[in-house]
């Protein structure tokens, strides 16, 4: 679910006290299936109001001109920024299936479907439900804060001829639910396979090629297909250096909400390959008994021919040695120099660089340490990972039938900017973009475009014209972004 413009509902604040009495007739909580979870492994939180309907019939009050199905404000501000997690697919609809109620959520208006009813002393409550699925950053204790429900309710109203029922002792009641607080453990060290990437769930691994035969020197693709449930946007895609025989130009990341297709580019080193061989795939499951288990597909046969006649085949260097051929590799006339006294004696070292050759390792031993330890904290932060995909995300939630370019484009800068994609469409977006290192016309552009897509969605839709806007900008944003992170 998610919230949607306010349009002009304004909720008053009532600068009284709240009516504790009137609150027995409304109840809030947050609930998940577990107290505890794995770093990176999705955690499941509903947010549940209840509401007695036949008192909210006789006596609620709504909170602007804009009639809600329920009249009630809910104010839970976690459920699109957690602090030390991050919102999963901030766009998808969360909620239960069924008929929808309408009600004030934070700064908008939402529609929850009813899931159940209750009876605590013998009265009816319809519960409205609201699920939500973070991924936490890193371990220790996730403290989810208590919402707030308020309402406006009255016992004796007035006919008025021109507002109708008018209430004649209106008050307000305010329902405070309790904090929710979840542990979140470590991955353990123990028996974690070399392969792992990050994948915390339980998936399933599938490869494909095309084509299955070639000549030497062309490109296949090798499609790896990641299906399951779990962290599947957020971890780093398998590595494939070094396959044996193969030389690995690059990848192309396609997510979806339950699949994830990885596709590399392969060119073939040598005439000699058969197949590729198997791809292996590692991951967290965090069900009872939780470990680490690693998948691998089959080896997929191929054929690789010779290139056409007169087509030499262009090979990517692997660095091994190869023949010299004077005047194609070799320089003419120029000979190897001679070993003897003269070159043993130039390659003694002379004691004082006898020193620095020994003392070099440690500082540079230091700084791969260093360079190690980064390395491994921007690979297992989630917001990292969707910083670094977010182009990737943005062109394939384009290429999607139906596509919207406001969500896609409101989601690309959310990931780089880390933040939820609701947090984007404000004012001060222009400023926030240019501290992140995009220059100020860029930034302006890209907060104009978010505004004109935003507004396309309550009136005309969205253009191709638009969608090939929102494309190029981009990749002009990706840019200046990428150009921010190596300069930082």
């Known amino acids: 679910m998610k919230p949607a413009l306010l349009l002009g509902c304004l909720i008053p604040q009532s600068g009284g006290g709240a009516d504790e009495a009137a609150a027995a007739h409304a109840f809030l909580e947050v609930v998940s299936p577990h107290s505890a979870y794995f770093v990176h492994e999705p955690v499941q939180v509903r947010l549940r109001f209840g509401f007695d309907p036949e008192f909210f019939a006789s006596h609620a009050l709504q909170l602007s001109p804009r009639r809600l199905d329920v009249p009630a404000h809910v104010q839970a501000p976690w459920l699109e920024d957690l602090p030390g997690a991050v919102l999963l697919d901030p766009g998808a609809d969360e909620t239960a299936a069924g008929p929808r109620l309408s009600f004030a959520l934070n700064d908008g208006v939402a529609e929850a479907a009813p899931v159940a009813e209750r009876a ?138 339950t699949r994830r297709t990885i596709t590399y580019d392969l060119v073939p080193l040598r005439p000699d390959v058969v197949e590729v061989p198997p791809i292996r795939f590692a991951f967290f499951d965090p069900q009872a008994p939780d470990g680490y288990h690693s998948v691998h597909t089959e080896p997929i046969p191929i054929r690789v021919g010779p290139p056409p006649a007169g087509t030499p085949a262009e090979l990517p260097a692997t660095g091994a040695a190869a023949g010299t051929v004077p005047g194609e590799n070799d320089i003419y006339d120029i000979k190897p120099a001679a070993s003897g006294p003269r070159q043993a004696a130039a390659r003694r070292l002379s004691p004082a660089l006898l020193v620095i050759v020994l003392l070099l390792p440690w500082p540079l031993a230091l700084g791969l340490w260093s360079w190690m330890c980064a390395h491994e904290r921007r690979r297992s932060d989630p917001a990292g990972v969707r910083a670094r995909h977010a182009a990737d995300r943005f062109r394939a939630d384009l290429d999607r039938p139906q596509a919207d370019p406001a969500a896609a484009l409101a989601e690309f800068l959310a990931a780089r900017l880390r933040c939820p994609a609701a947090a984007v469409i404000t004012p001060d977006l222009p400023e926030r973009l240019m501290h992140a290192g995009v220059p100020a016309g860029l930034a302006a552009r890209a907060a104009a475009l978010l505004d004109a897509l935003v507004a396309a969605r309550y009136g005309a839709a969205a253009t191709p014209q638009s969608a090939a806007q929102a494309r190029a900008l981009v990749g002009e944003l990706e840019d200046a972004f990428q150009s921010a992170e190596r300069s930082a």
């Open 120 to 257: 605590p002393d013998g009265r009816t409550f319809t519960v409205l439900e609201i699920r939500r699925s973070f991924l936490p950053a890193g371990a220790g204790e996730l403290v989810i804060p208590g919402p707030l429900l308020r309402f406006a309710h009255a016992t004796r109203f007035h006919d008025d001829l021109v507002n109708g029922r008018v209430p004649a002792d209106r008050r307000e009641a305010l329902v405070r639910g309790a904090p929710l607080t979840l542990t979140i453990r470590p991955l353990p060290e123990e028996g974690r396979p070399p392969e792992f990437s990050g994948a915390v769930g339980r998936f399933t691994l599938q490869a494909e090629a095309r084509p299955r035969a070639l000549a030497l020197g062309d490109t296949l693709q090798l499609l790896l297909h990641i299906e399951g449930q779990g962290n599947l946007a957020f971890f780093e895609p398998p590595r494939l250096e070094p396959l044996e025989g193969f030389h690995v130009y690059g990848l192309i990341d396609d997510r979806g909400a």
